[in-house]
Nanobody
Framework: QVHLVESGGGLVQAGDSLRLSCAASGRTHSNYVMGWFRQAPGKEREFVAAITWGGGITKYADSVKGRFAISRDDAKNTLYLQLNSLKPDDTAVYYC?????????????????WGQGTQVTVSS
């Protein structure tokens, strides 16, 4: 079992930056891929970014490529998402997720553990 807790969300203006964090505890000694998803009001949850164990490979949704950056510090069991050049369309609840294994996945059903989410609101 892996327990995930997100933090760092907030209310910002368009063009601002935020850094989200996700602290992992529990079975953190195993290899696992970590990802960020988001869910906007009235929409389905969608993939944002994912990163392999050790941080060697990353993948991004086209909508955030070049603006967001995912990283992880395995020594601290913490995942990060740097959000730059934020747009009102980025407003959503952002979720951290983990899947046991080494293959990057973009489908939420491939992830085994989820955090409770952190709200990001971008005003125009």
């Amino acid at each position: 079992q892996v327990h995930l807790v997100e933090s760092g969300g907030g209310l910002v203006q368009a063009g601002d930056s935020l850094r989200l964090s996700c602290a992992a505890s529990g079975r953190t000694h195993s290899n696992y891929v970590m990802g960020w998803f988001r869910q906007a009001p009235g929409k389905e949850r969608e993939f944002v970014a994912a990163i392999t164990w050790g941080g060697g490979i990353t993948k991004y949704a086209d909508s955030v490529k070049g603006r967001f950056a995912i990283s992880r510090d395995d020594a601290k069991n913490t995942l990060y998402l740097q959000l730059n050049s934020l747009k009102p369309d980025d407003t959503a609840v952002y979720y951290c997720a983990a899947r046991l294994g080494t293959t990057l996945r973009t489908l939420e059903k491939r992830y085994d553990f989820w955090g409770q989410g952190t709200q990001v609101t971008v005003s125009s």
